[in-house]
């Protein structure tokens, strides 16, 4: 410090003056405008949703054409800036939250949440650092333990935000790998013990699997168990799985119980599983990536009997709390596990929680370091509509999954595939009249119906997607979205049935994959 004053005393020595470089430190108008710009789209995005096409046409080079360009080396002017917002935004994404888009398990993207996010990124809290994010660590960790407490879980228990489904699971996974394997296994690896296993049923979501990879245990350490006509884990089959590993000298170490598979909303039997985990000390993981939130609801909670024995629950807001993406939950029967499992000391954080009255670092629970505050969308959406709402809400999309399997169920053309929906998700095939009872059309109904649903997702009315049932392939329309309504389903009846006759008498060609 006195060397830098006696530098700049000296005349011979001065530096020159520092020039300030104001580029990107836009004023506060600036930042109106241009958020004002946004917040038009908004609007207007809103005001023509339900009459914009659900999905898109357009091919990956023509949107590769009409969405990218060079970054140039001057500030793009402000219209050519908004225009290039509205074409993403009119042109070139698809419409989940429209009203017909009944797909894989995405939800619609709550107003509140969208809101939220633009003010959790201008302020830019760090949410690895207490320090550096204290209200958003403590509305995350409050946040945590609100779903800890809805899913019964006792005072111990909490968790955080996740980017999604996938790495809720992988972090619980971690948490059961190093709880239960009974060696140090962060220091030592997997290589240091016998093979570890993970148990699961045939229907598990594959992230599962990548998880156990990611683990360094590989994919087939994941036993896949059999399931019952409801398409749940059979747990007679579980334990004989069990029993073979550990006669084999494997150790199991933790059983993924699913409630709410991604094919059909099953539910697995969370009681009885949490019995054998109690029995054989295994850790209980729960992926209700889809069905947990549904556990929080008065209606729904006795579908999951036992999910309150869990050590770990993975849930996605993003899903059936219909936030905007991404933001799942992990949430733990004891914190502890997860600073077992991912506490680290960086030698340049220091930090003197006595003296400053700081709280928990979020980098020492998980596997991210800097975290964004993905907690808001969520907090500020359960506000906003208070918890009545999504327990309305939640019970009508079960509904309307209800009426479809119906409308399936008494059409002389539509066959319904699978159990009756236990969530909000149906699944059902076209079958034209002539091929009815037919066993042996079955490979050419796979054909014809996976056609139907790439026409019915290049059509613009309704966007369902597709699961594979006992080898079938069929149509399935999963309804976590808060603007679809009994019109939207009969649209898609109607619809499958009109394309699926046109497909089958030949009136839809052109290059695809052939159906006959
Ligand atoms: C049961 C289940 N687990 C995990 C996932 C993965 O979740 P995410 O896409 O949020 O990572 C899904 C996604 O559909 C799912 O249905």
């Known amino acids: 410090m006195g060397h830098e004053t006696m530098q700049r005393d000296s005349p011979e020595n001065a530096l020159p003056p520092m020039t300030p470089v104001t580029d990107l430190d836009w004023d506060a108008d600036r930042a109106r405008e241009l958020g004002g710009h946004v917040v038009a789209l908004w609007g207007e995005w809103l005001d023509r949703l339900r009459s914009m096409p659900v999905g898109r046409r357009a091919s990956a080079a023509d949107v590769r054409a009409a969405v990218t360009r060079d970054v140039p080396t001057e500030p793009m002017p402000m219209d050519e800036l908004v225009a290039s917002l509205r074409t993403i935004a009119f042109d070139h994404a698809t419409c989940t939250g429209h009203p017909g888009f009944m797909a894989y398990i995405t939800g619609s993207g709550t107003i509140p949440g969208a809101a939220a996010d633009l003010l959790a990124a201008a302020l830019n809290q760090n949410v690895g650092g207490w320090r550096l994010s204290p209200a958003a660590t403590e509305i995350e960790l409050h ?49 240091a013990g016998p093979p570890l296993t993970f148990y699961a049923s045939a229907q598990v979501h594959d992230v599962n699997t990548r998880a156990a990879d990611m683990l360094g245990m590989g994919r087939d350490a994941v036993r896949l168990i059999p399931c019952d006509d409801h398409l749940r884990m059979d747990v007679g089959a579980l334990r004989g799985a069990i029993t073979r590993d550990l006669r084999n000298g494997d150790q199991p170490i933790a059983v993924i119980a699913t409630a709410g598979t991604v094919a059909t909303g099953a539910i697995d039997p969370l009681d009885e599983i949490g019995d054998l985990c109690a029995e054989l000390g295994l850790w209980m993981h729960v992926d209700g990536a889809y069905g947990g939130v549904a556990a929080l609801t008065d209606s729904l909670r006795p579908l999951f009997h036992g999910i309150e024995r869990a050590d770990s629950v993975a849930l996605d807001p993003h899903k059936w709390l219909y936030t905007p993406h991404s933001g799942g939950v992990i949430v733990v029967r004891d914190m502890q596990s997860l600073a077992d499992a991912f506490a680290i000391e960086p030698s340049y954080v220091h930090d003197d929680k006595i003296l400053t009255g700081r709280g928990l670092d979020l980098f020492a629970l998980g596997p991210q370091f800097s975290r964004g505050f993905h907690a808001l969308k969520i907090w500020v959406s359960l506000l906003a509509h208070g918890w009545g709402a999504y327990e309305r809400r939640i019970a009508h999309d079960v509904a309307l999954a209800r009426y479809l399997h119906q409308c399936a169920a008494t059409h002389p053309e539509l066959e319904t595939m699978g159990p009756a929906p236990a969530l909000s998700i149906a699944c059902f095939r076209y079958v034209p009249r002539d091929l009815r009872g037919d066993l042996s059309a079955d490979p050419y109904l796979d054909r014809l119906n996976e056609r139907l649903m790439s026409e019915l997702q290049l059509g613009g009315r309704v966007f369902p997607s597709n699961a594979i049932i006992n080898g079938r392939f069929v149509l399935r329309a999963c309804i976590v979205n808060f603007r679809t309504e009994a019109e939207d389903i009969d649209a898609l009846v109607e619809q499958a049935v009109a394309l699926g006759r046109a497909i089958h008498n030949g009136e839809i060609t052109g290059a695809a994959t052939s159906v006959s």
């Open 143 to 191: 946040l945590g333990r609100w779903f800890a407490t809805k899913l019964g879980l006792p005072p111990s228990a909490g968790g955080y935000v996740t980017s999604g489904g996938a790495m809720a699971s992988f972090v619980a996974l971690k948490a059961a790998r190093d709880a239960r394997a009974g060696w140090s296994i962060r220091e030592l690896g997997t290589r």
